[in-house]
């Protein structure tokens, strides 16, 4: 299975702060990387499919961007409602196979 | 607007089984792949499989596979999961995903506490 190595665990940044989250993939993707978030006791939302696409109704301060085995996804100008866990996916080749979260938090 | 509603939470006694549901509206039900997803505290969220709502072709996690079962009702536009043998290891929140590989519309997950 393709390991997804996601970095950091944790973040906390100010409001208005651009906040960067970094996955590395075990081989090559091929830009089939997906990024979610994740609220407390709610199901993930789906941010950037396709490693820069955004997803309907998704605020523009979100971004993604990478190649190959690295992958970014880029909060500019961090909002409270911006608090959660966010997570990669790689859809690739099979089994998909998420990274272990970045759990982001307001200073 | 797409909504995918399932069951509620389970407590079942170890060994037994469980059915998961997840009814969906909102969309052509036969045109997409349905996926699981098994999500534990402190641990990376884990495909479990898919089934194409045409014509049930499944596609497993080698991990679950004879853990999970996977079906569809096309009649109700309903995904089912069966989950066999169940330890204390498939205590867990399950999601039901719209999406083969990618996931774009989720359930709202459902609890299963396996505990005597």
């Known amino acids: 299975d393709i390991q997804m190595t996601q970095s950091p665990a944790s973040l906390s940044a100010s409001l208005g702060e651009t906040v960067s989250i970094e996955c590395l993939a075990s081989e090559d993707i091929y830009s089939y990387l997906a990024w979610y978030q994740q609220k407390p006791g709610k199901s993930p939302q789906l941010l950037i499919y396709?490693?820069?696409r955004l997803q309907d109704g998704v605020p523009s301060r979100f971004s993604g961007s990478g190649s190959g085995t690295q992958y970014s996804l880029k909060i500019s100008g961090m909002q409270p409602e911006d608090e959660g866990d966010y997570f990669c996916l790689q859809g690739s080749k099979f089994p998909p196979t998420f990274g272990g979260g970045t759990k982001l938090e307001l200073k | 607007e797409v909504q995918l509603q399932q069951s509620g939470a389970e407590l079942v006694k170890p060994g037994a089984s469980v059915k998961l549901s997840c009814k969906t509206s909102g969309y052509t039900f036969s045109n997409y792949y349905m996926s699981w997803l098994k999500q534990m505290p402190g641990q990376n969220i884990e495909w479990i499989g898919n089934i194409y709502g045409g014509n049930g072709g499944t596609g497993y996690n080698q991990k679950f596979k004879g853990k999970a079962t996977l079906t569809v009702d096309k009649s109700s536009s309903t995904a089912y999961m069966d989950l066999s043998s169940l330890t204390s290891e498939d205590s867990a929140v399950y999601f039901c995903?719209?999406?083969?590989?990618?996931?774009?519309?989720w359930g709202q997950g459902v609890m299963v506490t396996v505990s005597s």
């Open positions: 396709a490693a820069n």
């Open positions: 995903a719209r999406g083969g590989s990618y996931f774009d519309y």
